[in-house]
């Protein structure tokens, strides 16, 4: 009944060395039988149902707890069996009750072909929505339809613009759901059709993604009209639609469009330092089994309080080799300047998704002109690498 | 298209008096226009969608951020109509992007009736459970099928002997959904069956409760296998599955079954202590307006970490004044002894659901003399109230 293979994870458990063994100990128990220790039967369950520690260090050098906090690093084995084949179940094992205990991070999940191929992944990944999107090679530009309030007409005419300015991703705010102010079908039907008019102008392609972040019972439903009305990428808050959903939004073939992953609600599995989720197992290898194409993220130096670091560590969580399952895009965005962008192209490269936001409309009075900008830096980067 | 009626937060956060400030503006637009200040166009949009700030204060006395650290209480409004009249986009007004940035939690929330009208909340709360378990008066017994590995066979006599033993609620373990060791189809039906016959032989009347937390596109398929084979009650966890999947769950017609909610992948939210959502928000107040007839969450002095005033804002969420929306039933567990029960009776008085899953197979060698054994000791506490 066991097969005997094993998925794993890597966690950083805060304490003295005795404390952070116990710790590591329980992981093993909490995660998995949830029962005393001395009450658990011998044999099978004992032996392979019980979470097993594979490896106890201490945390190095840079990898020092960012609260200055003692801590170590413990690889944690699971029976592939306890995961039902399932995804919720999978996450529960990694992190359920752990998430309710301080001092416990998820780190980084390492997971053997067996699991791996009962997922499909993002559908699109890098090169898919490369391919989607006719652009082989540059860094592609990424904006958000906003305020709030505004007519769905209002929206469209921000949106044309923005296409008009060459744009490669235009989606909703992810704030935009179906308020009276610019009700669902609506501002998805004019906003692709106003996308769709300024690409017969331009000759480019740029391609409207609408937010579909609803309620369980009108997630598929605006799926399915956002795709009538012609948008080309669906955009959903993991946290709030539940990560589970948007695997199934990414794997249902009558969609079959990329699915951008939004953070909100989701910052707290982050936000904790010592206790929660890493960005890189968060934004990086969650989202892509989740099915998320894209992966979108505050970037450091705005508005919001990832660092550097922990920037870095989402875009390699995005491209680490996990069997089958593609690399996404990763899609840094939150209080972006434009004037920032030369910097941020040395630091990340090609293959990321820059969105700006309220920057673009902040950069000059014409909204058009700030796009060509935006692209111009683009394109200049791409110029030098020739 | 402004109705002017408007809903409100209560947000504590954390910082000097001027940055506390700065923070309560920031939350005003983060969580609407989420565009700069500046740009925000006159009329509607700035006077009715923005954000207000209706009072700032700094925490006093027993309040004092437990990190020691200065905070301040912003009560911030919101127009209704951010919401689109939907659960899911109430969630993200409230905490969508500020989850990811520190310092800001959610404390507590403030509807008005033309939003509670829109929730149904728990089917059953208090009053409907008790009137379900026939147990008018009484604190409630509950416990979990545990451990993972043993076979639905096994399980289903584990119930059985719970059952005899007088347990009200028998609920899966939250890591039991489909594995092979127990599948869920042979488990809930064996597991019902056998508290049935138990009720049959004691005349008391024992509900079975299956944990259908599983991947988006199983869980009302699992919901209705469980009320076929005849579990009395359902669990999930609304991290996993979404909180507004649980909500749907609540209020199907077809269903129709109490609904337990479980905090696994929940923690990150209130671990945080600085940044997050409050007890009294999260596992109360989000808890009803999401359909959960009762919250189970780790009690205090267990092996979890959640302390007693944490402990008690809970149950002050499970109840407070929310229009029609009832209150429901707070399930403390996670390490509780039999020992601690009369300790506890005396905290949480009369309206509680005791969890107590390892510690009732762990007080002695016979499972169904320890069952009788809380049952006495709860009904001996009964009697000294007469």
Not at 75 to 102: D, H, M, Y
Not at 274 to 298: K, M, W
Request: hydrophobic share 40%; net charge negative.
């Amino acid at each position: 009944m066991i097969s005997g293979e094993r998925f794993s994870a890597v966690y950083r458990i805060t304490g003295s060395e005795n404390e952070a063994l116990e710790k590591a100990k329980d992981i093993c128990f909490e995660e998995t039988v949830e029962f005393p220790e001395e009450l658990v039967p011998n044999g099978m369950i004992r032996e392979n149902v019980v979470g097993r520690i594979e490896s106890f260090e201490p945390y190095q050098g840079s990898q020092t707890n960012q609260l200055g906090l003692e801590s170590y690093r413990a690889v944690i084995s699971f029976a592939i069996e306890t995961t039902a084949n399932e995804f919720t179940q999978l996450l529960t094992v990694l992190f359920g009750n752990l998430s309710l205990k301080p001092g416990f991070c998820l780190e980084e999940i390492i997971l053997p072909p067996s699991i791996l191929r009962l997922f499909q992944g993002p559908r699109f990944g890098r090169a898919g929505l490369r391919n989607w999107l006719g652009v082989p090679k540059r860094p592609l530009l990424f904006t958000a339809l906003k305020p709030m309030g505004l007519s769905a007409r209002e929206l469209a005419n921000i949106a044309y613009k923005l296409a008009l300015g060459g744009i490669d991703i235009i989606k909703d705010d992810h704030g935009l759901t179906n308020q009276c102010f610019a009700p669902f079908e609506e501002r998805v039907t004019l906003c692709a059709k106003a996308v769709e008019k300024a690409n017969q102008e331009t000759g480019y392609y740029c391609i409207y993604v609408a937010n579909i972040t609803a309620p369980s019972d009108e997630v598929f439903f605006r799926a399915k009209l956002a795709k009538e009305a012609g948008a080309r990428g669906l955009m959903v808050a993991p946290a709030i639609i539940g990560l589970d959903t948007m695997r199934q939004l990414a794997k249902n073939d009558q969609i079959g469009l990329p699915i951008f992953s939004h953070p909100a609600f989701q910052g707290s599995y982050v936000i904790g330092q010592a206790s929660g989720i890493s960005h890189y197992a968060l934004f990086g290898q969650i989202a892509r089994l989740a099915g998320a194409d894209a992966t979108i993220y505050p970037n450091f130096g705005g508005r919001f309080s990832f660092n550097r670091e922990e920037c870095e560590q989402i875009v390699r969580g995005t491209v680490v080799k996990m069997g089958h399952i593609q690399p996404i895009f990763p899609g840094p965005g939150g209080g972006m300047s434009l004037e920032r962008v030369p910097d941020l192209l040395q630091i990340y490269g090609l293959d990321v998704i820059f969105l700006i936001g309220g920057g673009l409309f902040k950069h000059g009075p014409n909204l058009i002109e700030n796009c060509r900008y935006f692209r111009q830096i683009v394109e200049n980067y791409m110029d030098t690498l020739l």
